[in-house]
């Protein structure tokens, strides 16, 4: 039998990314495709993936590959269960095809982090030396290498490379190769993800046996009459601050420390020995070796006798380290559908397999058919995945899914450990779990039996990989699946990306609507022009009808929540009398002023710097801050409404994943009024109390260079809109805005995705945006500007030069120009723009190195 095997060690063929081995015979019954397996390749030993096993076309391979090659054998298989499903093999090949990224490069994507291993050489003494040989020849390394391999055994090439520094680890190496005194063999080294295992210590003597063994122990403690106090200090372990205290001062525990010592041994043992089996015998916990010693003072040599008198035994017992843990997560039954809802779940459970897009106004309940059109799924014993955006796994969407399916929902994303990551990986590919929720790249979890992918929020950016090759769409690859596994894709939305709706149109997805909210209407939107209020003398950042609802708000015991898109107090610091605005020196970005801290802060690099009190450019003291953070909104609401309760909901005020739920849980419980945040809350949140939403500023986004700024700016607009009224009472939103009359608000203020649509689809085609045009963005970044200058013309020439000679109609460049975000993180970046409607065969022949390639991107700055 053949293999094919994918390694990331053999550099990149496209036309070739697999390697043929032979099957040993004794390993022919247990290779499964999928299987990590170790493999010679040159000197080493490398780590693949098993790809393709050729058992009856065998024969043919061999004639193909030629006579004169010679196969090596694999050398083992690491792990008998697959890594990869076969479905996860033809995704990674189409992946690798249309985001032109090495196939090793995707595969080694969908495993869990820390699963791949190292190889390396280890060095022994070999067969043929032996001890008192003549070393006269032999360098002083050598000898002395000789030596350590005698203590310890083994010693690997990297050990040997920190104990003698690289150039002489070298010579070294080639003097082992002349002389034949140490073997070199090549080795895979354990991978960093592993199973947690802790040591259990259990009693395993039968209670006769237990009760022989315990008069005997009684026995040896009898000759000698003890205190009672120093039965106590011996069981008793030393609390932690005596012990760390005990180190410095002179110990207060001395003096019975000595007098245990005169004691006799035997009986220490004894004591120990019984107050051990007393409490393994007590309790219905196990106790771990560590705890029974702190415990009873029983040192591991005592363990050591109790096991060799087979009186306990030990066992190991593997730790799930469940991202979950200490969340109570309350259960829930399924809803009586409405009719809608109702047609959702039937039309994903038909047998038609295209895919759906489930547009459904925010608060239609498309929640709820996603877990029952799941639980019809599980029920005939298929799986299901859920693709959420990131910031949702910190709130509800993860509390819906585990508290309809308890124990039965697995987690991914990449705020997880490597370790709980292992954990959750290991129980969907056990099939211990029916339902994998988690951001983009949950998609790739080796769930058996898939029958269901949902994406939730599927107009969501995070949904796409946008630096790091592959530069995938989870949406595109989830439709792929789709077609591999003849299952059901469902992306749902209340504002589907333009393209996917352009898609629907075209027939290449069903439509299912949710037209109207469960139980109640959209919320009216009001717009307030803010011009109006300046002239009116207004020069608040809330204006007069803002201020009005919040006051009612707050008067009926009802919350708000107030949204704009940026952080800090003021959004830059500008001198008003020669315009100076102070900017990140890496990135050119203007800075932010944080109040709490009183720092400058680049929003993008978070570099820090301190706050100006004169301008830098003509030295006057007109310095000041200008824009709007959700600080300073915070601070000028407490003014307004010094009884209010406040919440902050930012980058700030959560950095980790654990804050983000905190904060939820609060403003879900009522302990604010009114919650402050940027566009992280306008993610799917339900919160019956909210009857206000207000928008402060609705202008930052419009305005935007991007083919897609508004998109982004309405999705934006709707979604928060949308938090508003889903409960009994009935909702309220007010839009402030300089441009009350941009096409983006208008419709926003309507909910009205349709007619938004209509405006903008049109736009794309007029200006051959896609979808009617592919892109692919190149970007290249350097420390020097002219050499992204030099880098964007010479590859532009190239590509013009490529478009000609394959004939491509219709394609053309956008730049070379530099990036919107000129400078990031201190260097410079260049794009260039291809766009047109097959690009695909140029990428495959456009070398690029050193260039960002990013394949459909969903924005263009
Ligand atoms: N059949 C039903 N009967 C009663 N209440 C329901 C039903 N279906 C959903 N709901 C409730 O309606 C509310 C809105 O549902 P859900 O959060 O799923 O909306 P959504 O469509 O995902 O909205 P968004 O796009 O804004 O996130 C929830 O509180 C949910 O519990
Ligand atoms: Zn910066």
Known sequence: MLADVLTSAASWDSERPLLTYLVPLELETTVRIGQLVAIPYGERLVEGILWVLHAEDQDELLAELGAEVTLRPLHAILDP????????????????????????????????????????????????????QDLQESSLHLRALLGLLHEEGEVDDARLKKLLGPARAKAIL????????????PRLYAPKARARTKRLVRLCADEERLAAWKRHQEEILQPVELEPAYVVAALTPLPAAVRSAARRAPNPWEATATMLEKEDKAVVQARRQLAAVELLQQGATPWTQGALSKATGLTSAQLQNMLREQIVKIETEELRRDPLRGRSIPASAPLPLTADQARAVQAILAADKTPILLHGVTGSGKTEVYLQALAALIAKGKRGIILVPEIALTTQAVQRVAGRFPERVAIIHSDLSIGERYDEWRRIRAGEVDIVIGSRSALFAPLPDLGLIIIDEEHEPAYK????????????????????LDIPVVLGSATPAVETFYRARQGEFRLVELPGRIGSALPPVEVIDLRNELHAGNTSILSRRLQEELERVLAQGQQAILFLNRRGAASCVLCRD???????????????????????????????????????????????????????VQETIQRLFPQARLLRWDRDTARHRSAHEQLLERFANREADILIGTQMIAKGLDLPGVTLVGVVSADIALNLPDYSAAERAFTLLTQVAGRAGRGSQAGHVIIQTFNPQHFCIELASRHDYHAFYATEIEARQRYGYPPFRRFVKFTYSHEQRHRCQNEALLLSERLTEWIARLGLRETSLVGPAPAFMERMRGKYRWQIILRGPDLHQLLRVIDAPGWEIDIDPISTM
């Open 578 to 632: 020669c315009g100076f605005v102070a900017v990140c020196d890496a990135c050119d970005l203007p800075l932010t002023y944080h109040a709490t801290e009183r720092i400058l802060l680049c929003h993008y690099c978070g570099k820090r710097s301190k706050v100006l009190h004169f301008c830098p450019s003509c030295h006057s003291s007109s310095i000041r801050y200008f824009g709007l953070g959700t600080e300073k």
């Open 81 to 132: 269960e697959p890594a990869l499903l076969p479905h996860q093999l033809a995704l990674s090949q189409w992946i690798s095809a249309y985001y032109v990224t090495p196939l090793a490069q995707v595969a080694q994507m969908m495993l869990p982090p820390g699963l791949m291993q190292r190889s390396q050489f280890v060095l022994r003494l070999s067969e043929t030396y032996e001890p008192g």
């Open 465 to 484: 990989q946008g630096e790091l090759r592959p530069t995938y769409h989870a949406r595109e690859c989830a439709l792929i699946l789709g077609q591999l």
């Open 174 to 185: 080639q003097e082992i190769k002349h002389s034949n005194l140490i073997a070199r063999d």
